[in-house]
């Protein structure tokens, strides 16, 4: 596989995952919050969008330097879900896959942000995490992309199957596909209203 991306609310399980992943097919892992730190100039009307955009042309410049350097099974993931659309047409030609994690049961992931933000600190928003994964999981699956449910299944079981997928899975190079409408995604640019 050329690249497998991993989308998903918050508290899901895409970290964890991930590192499972990356080091089971000896890939590379790239997180969009691995980017520098960077000040916004007081010229930017949009700070958020101008941050937001500026992490994801990074992303996407690291994840080429990768596979023009021969590396494969890039994983990547943490970039704002909006950017789950442009997916399948950047990377339209390639091998890759998406592994879209949802919970049917949002109690479990309430229950991961807890025990996550208890232990290891990181984004706690109780208010919200439920109503992220609902949007996330009732969006039609895009191009290469792959549904995984979380609900009831330990870590091992979700790599598993993660791995069941992925080596059973076969890339279509050629699809038709227009972007999706932006209202079903969401986005932590508070100025684009998708949340």
Not at 50 to 75: A, M, P, T
Request: include cysteine; charged fraction near 25%; proline fraction near 4%.
């Amino acid at each position: 596989m050329d690249f497998i991306f991993l989308i998903g609310p918050s508290a899901v399980g895409k970290t964890t995952l991930a590192k499972e992943l990356y080091q089971h097919y000896n890939g590379v892992y790239l997180e969009q919050n691995m980017v520098p730190e960077f000040m916004i100039p007081e010229t930017v009307e949009d700070g958020g969008i101008y941050e937001e955009q500026l992490c994801w042309e990074n992303v996407l410049l690291q994840l080429e330097f990768f596979y023009k350097n021969g590396h494969r099974n890039i994983v990547a993931l943490d970039f704002d879900d909006i950017r789950a659309r442009e997916l399948p047409l950047l990377f339209k030609g390639y091998r890759f896959i998406i592994l879209k994690l949802i919970s049917s049961n949002p109690e479990q992931i309430r229950q991961q942000m807890i025990h996550r933000h208890t232990h290891e600190g990181g984004l706690f928003a109780l208010d919200s995490v439920e109503r992220y994964n609902e949007v996330i999981m009732r969006r039609k699956l895009l191009p290469n992309e792959v549904q995984i449910d979380v609900a009831g299944k330990s870590k091992e079981e979700v790599f598993q199957e993660a791995v069941y997928i992925i080596d059973h899975f076969t890339s279509k190079l050629e699809y038709p596909y227009e972007l999706d409408d932006e209202h079903h995604y969401l986005s932590w640019v508070q100025s684009r209203n998708l949340h």
